[in-house]
């Protein structure tokens, strides 16, 4: 069992960076993919990127594809998402969870999601 908190969620201006959080209990995290998701109106969450357990597979979305980068510190439990070129469209609040099977890119392969992080991005 893997229990997600996300951190780093902020205010900042179009065109900057963030880097957001995700730190994971137990102790099987490093045999877990992980994935970020972000609501879409009237689509429920949808997906933004995928890291494999070994952090070799690297999956994003098509709109993030370029700005986002995802990486992992199995030491330190955590993963991250770094965000550049941040556009008022990525205004969201970002979620992070645990990859159980199925399409990565759906929502319901997930199982253990955490409480999220507010990212408002100005123009």
């Known amino acids: ?11 900042v201006q179009a065109g900057g ?3 957001l959080s995700c730190a994971a209990s137990g ?3 490093s045999t877990y993919s992980m994935g970020w998701f972000r609501p879409a109106p009237g689509k429920g969450r949808e997906f933004v990127a995928r890291i494999s357990w070994s952090g070799n597979m690297k999956y994003y979305a098509d709109s ?3 700005r986002f980068i995802i990486s992992r510190d199995n ?12 556009k008022p469209g990525d205004t969201a609040v970002y979620f ?3 990859y159980s099977s199925g399409s990565y890119a759906s929502p ?3 199982d253990y999601w955490g409480q999220g ?3 408002t991005v100005s123009s």
């Open 1 to 11: 069992q893997v229990q997600p908190v996300e951190s780093g969620g902020g205010l």
């Open 17 to 19: 960076s963030l880097r």
């Open 27 to 29: 102790r099987t995290f």
């Open 64 to 66: 993030v594809k370029g």
């Open 75 to 86: 030491a330190k439990n955590t993963v991250y998402l770094q965000m550049n070129n941040l």
């Open 96 to 98: 992070c969870a645990s």
């Open 108 to 110: 319901t392969s997930y």
């Open 117 to 119: 992080t507010q990212v």
